[in-house]
């Protein structure tokens, strides 16, 4: 072979592989068979070797932290709030059980038991009846009127009566109920009848009723045998439905009129719950 000048004379080898050109300035690393080609690099990036089978890293902005990312199960319910809604607590929602009922009070209503004693009330409480000693009686009184045997009549006439003021609640039903003591009959009395007026009543259809000084009333008709005994305020005596209604909570006039001369009573109650289908079973109800 004809040989170039400067380069050495070393007869060729029978089975090699004819030498490879090589560039100036370029490494002379015999190239690998079954090795990749290395990626390219560029200047200024760190030089770490890839690892196999993992994925490649995410492109970084410079200037952004460099938090890990969070795994997919603690990712829920983790969406990014403005900053004036991150630290306000979400509004609770009001209990059911404490909303309160269109036209009641913030505070849950009891129903009270009425009960009044002849003997609390005052003298100018009493026109023409009179306060009598009775050891049966609440206080050891009860009041009556004087028996003549004249007629009463009832309201609107200005007959004896007992005034007096009471709290109701609006709302309830209430039943009225009257301890009276049936008298000695004498010429037309049978010393068994009273009227009862209550200011601000309604009926169950919302209708005024029983106003004191007017012609509607309530009737409490006791029996022919003298004695006491705990008779029921109604309409009239074959009335099923007399019960009383306050469209609100307030104070109001109960006035108790005599129906018969020699009639007496000492305890009055209004009833929305414990005596509203039966009379007391007691000779006293307890306030």
């Known amino acids: 072979m004809a040989g170039v000048e400067g380069q050495g004379q070393k007869p060729s080898s029978a089975g090699r592989a004819p030498p490879v050109a090589v560039v100036e300035g370029q490494d002379q690393t015999p190239s690998r068979p079954d090795t990749a080609p290395p990626e390219a690099v560029v200047e200024g990036q760190d030089q770490k070797p890839s690892s196999p089978d993992k994925a490649p890293p995410e492109a970084v902005v410079e200037g952004q932290d460099q938090k890990p990312a969070t ?29 309160p009922a269109p036209g009641e009070d913030q505070k849950s209503v009891v129903a009270t038991e009425i009960v009044v004693y002849a003997s609390d009330l005052p003298e100018r409480a009493l026109f023409e009846f009179e306060f009598w000693p009775s050891r049966q009686s609440p206080g050891g009184k009860m009041v009556g009127t004087i028996q003549t ?35 000695e009959p004498l010429g037309i009395s049978q010393a068994n009848r009273l009227y009862v007026q209550i200011s601000h009543a309604v009926d169950k259809a919302d209708k005024e009723v029983f106003r004191p000084n007017t012609a509607s009333y309530l009737t409490v008709q006791g029996p022919l045998r003298r004695g006491w005994k705990w008779v029921a305020c109604d309409v009239d005596p074959k009335s099923t439905d007399s019960l009383i209604y306050f469209r609100d909570s307030r104070e109001v006039t109960v006035k108790v009129q005599a129906g018969m001369e020699g009639v007496a009573f000492d305890q009055f109650v209004l009833s929305p719950a414990q005596f509203l289908e039966k009379a007391p079973a007691d000779s006293i109800v307890k306030k």
């Not at 795994?71 to 404490?98: C, I, W």
């Not at 004249?150 to 709302?171: C, R």
Request: with cysteine; proline share 17%; charged share 25%.
């Open 71 to 99: 795994p997919l199960d603690s990712q829920a319910n983790t969406a990014v709030l403005p900053e004036s809604q991150e630290r306000a607590p979400a509004p609770k929602p009001e209990s059911p059980d404490k909303a």
């Open 149 to 183: 045997g004249d007629k009463l009549n009832p309201p609107p006439e200005e007959d004896p009566h007992v005034t007096f003021k009471v709290k109701v609640q609006g709302g309830m039903p209430y039943r009225c109920w009257i301890r009276m003591m049936v008298g």
